[in-house]
């Protein structure tokens, strides 16, 4: 179905959320359960949802007694070989309050460049949705290469999203909307909506503040404009907002998308 409007959320029959790593790791660990709610939520309602995660590598940080995260690939791919497992765990543990099925899905960006492996995907995924299972996407960090990675995870779900024709892509991070300069200056002001095509070249548009996190801002707008370009709107909000986006609250900023 096509969503015209934020308030369009609250039907969407297939939707893949995003939640990055500082909303879910650390001192925002419980935080969790919230996202998890509002996901059984549109479940309940007979939703298609699709998590795509970050947090591995924050995740396995403190197992391994790192408290910064570390510029080698080798030691990141180790942090997120024994981060993984411990985050779908966290996840599984909380969906079961539901009695939801978690799924794991790990790609790297060659999975889904090639006709073969991206039709594989595909497939799966769709399976996995049609047998009421949660997919829980993440970016296989541990065989990724620096020449191969997404770079973030905010593009990995535009992609998900288009790879599985989603009605909607919910973006969570820190910050509620998209403002015209960061939140913490002086003046910002909410964007409600950014039309298709609109240039957004007068926003200040920043980058990740997290320690653990790779995106930000600049990262999420990339991403709306891949997923709007193939026809699936974007809601950008915050992770304590979760609930109200997906029943189709008036809150966050609304990407709309390129008609097809």
Known sequence: MALQNRSDLAQAKRIVVKVGSSSISGANESKIDHLVDALASAHARGAEVILVSSGAIAT???LLGFSVKPEDLSTSQALAAVGQSRLISRYQTSLERFGIV???VLLTSGDLEGNETRANAQSAIDRMV????LPIVNEN???ATQEI???DNDRLAALVAVLVSA???VLLSDVDSLYNMPPTKPGAKRI???VFGQDLAEVEIGGSSSSVGTGGAVT????ARVATEAGVPVLLTSTDLVASALEGGQVGTWFAAREI
Do not use: H, I, N, W
């Not at 049609?130 to 299972?133: D, G, W």
């Not at 999420?220 to 991403?223: D, I, L, P, R, W």
């Open 60 to 62: 396995g940080m403190p």
């Open 102 to 104: 978690a799924a794991q």
């Open 130 to 133: 049609s047998l009421r299972v």
């Open 141 to 143: 960090d541990t065989v």
């Open 149 to 151: 990675r997404f770079g």
């Open 167 to 169: 009605d909607a892509l």
């Open 192 to 194: 409600d909506e950014v």
């Open 220 to 223: 999420k707008v990339q991403a």
